[in-house]
């Protein structure tokens, strides 16, 4: 089954913690519409959870959501994921692409540099997140990125923008000056006491700008 990125909350989980709390967390929300889920690449030192990554998958196929891994594209040969997230270009897109040989969702982080996003369009990504609107802990390596950024890049690709870093339901209403199609959460949503409610505050709060917002 080919499935597409849908929805505004894009959800990025963190392998590095509590194996069994992130699971339960995950099994929690899954009901509710998530565009996708990203494993973030945040392993432990010399680890790769395959096992963690197939239950992941397990939870996020069960109602349709797509499963990307973070930069490590050769474990699409291994399991069976949906795409890849990658923080930077990779070296060669034609020859990862022709290397796994099947339909990809492929997405790309961008920070105040346009050339990553005329990259994107050139090479046919299938959607850009900007990062860090706000500062962040688990973006802390991102720069904060300028709004006309996000308004000039409209004018080189009409792929759909994630915004993350930062985002929180108390700022959300900030952003809706901006055209974008969601909103990428790690840990606002998976390490809050209730992640289904939080999840459920994030989507009432992008609704209540959603006048001001131009979805795609």
């Known amino acids: 089954m080919n499935r597409k990125i849908q929805g505004e909350i894009y ?9 069994d709390k992130l699971l339960n967390n995950l099994e929690k929300i899954v009901s509710e519409k998530i565009a996708a889920v990203q494993i973030w690449d945040n392993f432990l030192p010399n680890e790769t959870p395959l096992q963690l990554i197939k239950q992941v998958r397990h939870l996020c196929h069960s109602q349709n959501i797509p499963v990307l891994i973070n930069n490590r594209w050769e474990l699409l040969n291994r399991i069976n994921l949906d795409g890849v997230h990658f923080d930077k270009k990779p070296h060669d897109i034609v020859h990862l692409k022709r290397k796994i040989g099947r339909d990809l969702i492929i997405g790309i982080t961008c920070n105040n540099d346009l050339s990553t996003v005329r990259w994107a369009d050139e090479n046919r990504l299938d959607y850009i997140s900007f990062c860090s609107m ?12 300028n709004f006309d950024t996000i308004r000039s890049a409209h004018a080189i690709t009409n792929m759909p923008f994630f915004l993350a870093g930062g985002i929180n339901p108390d700022n959300i209403h900030t952003l809706a000056a901006l055209s974008y199609s969601g909103i990428a959460v790690v840990s606002g949503i998976m390490n809050a006491a209730d ?20 979805y795609y």
């Open 11 to 19: 959800l990025i989980v963190d392998p590095s913690g509590n194996q």
């Open 195 to 214: 992640p289904l409610d939080q999840l459920k505050s994030y989507q009432v709060k992008i609704k209540e700008t959603k006048n001001a917002i131009k």
């Open 134 to 145: 706000f500062p962040s802990s688990t973006a802390n390596s991102c720069e904060l990125v």
